[in-house]
């Protein structure tokens, strides 16, 4: 597990990706535009989000919601393992109205860390009928997995967790997700705000976790795999997406998700 090992598998519902790793990486701060359900398989891990700092050891359930900071590093000299899959918001906010009788579309993950035997077993079931093509009935079988452990991790009156802006640091928010490839300048987004640099930037930790700084590079990450997934050269979606080269986007990408754009473009084929 040197230098670890990241395996998109191939998945035929849309809105839906499965990964597969194992690795000694310490993941920086960073967020997924989708909610993701995992479960560690071998090892451990410490992760600190806006859910407070958790471990996960094996057999434990482990969630994202999109949007939602976090980071993720090995306990131990072993490293970990787990399966994951993300999930298309628009997938999980019809899965929550079918759950609430059209009620309520609105659905958040309510802990980081579930220690659930049979919540593990049915995310590798889930993890499964999603990625073996040779499952008879893997269709009918993953949404029935799928709906019971929403109903079993979340909650239907979900706060949006992202979606919420306060007023002081919004302008500056809407101008990186509305264009991040742009040359956005800290004083720039300070000015659109009536804020010092140092204020925007204090104002912008506490309420997103992330620095501006960091939050565009997170939008242009974003908008990257977006253009991969389109089908984009390499090249096009580093020039696309803000970034200097395919080099910068490169070292950002593997630093976030722990696998190159090129091994996220093979799989997406």
Known sequence: MARGRFTMH????????????ASRHSFARHTHDRFGIGVIERGAQRSLSGRGPVEAGSGDVITVNPGEVHDGAPIGDAGRSWRIVYLDPALVAEAAADITDGRRRAYEFMSPVVADPRAGRRVCGLFDALTDDREPDAGGRWEALLLTLLVGLGTGT??????????????????????????????DLARACGLSRYQ????????TGMTPHAYLVQRRIDRARALIAEGVSLAEAAAGSGFADQSHMTRVFVGKYGLSPGVYADALR
């Open 158 to 187: 979900g706060t949006g967790r992202g979606s919420t802006v306060p007023d002081a640091i919004a302008p500056a928010r809407e101008m990186i997700d509305d264009d991040p490839a742009a040359p956005l300048a800290l004083a």
């Open 200 to 207: 925007l930037i204090r104002a912008f930790a506490k309420a």
């Open 10 to 21: 191939r998945c035929a519902v849309p809105g839906i990706e499965a990964v597969e790793a």
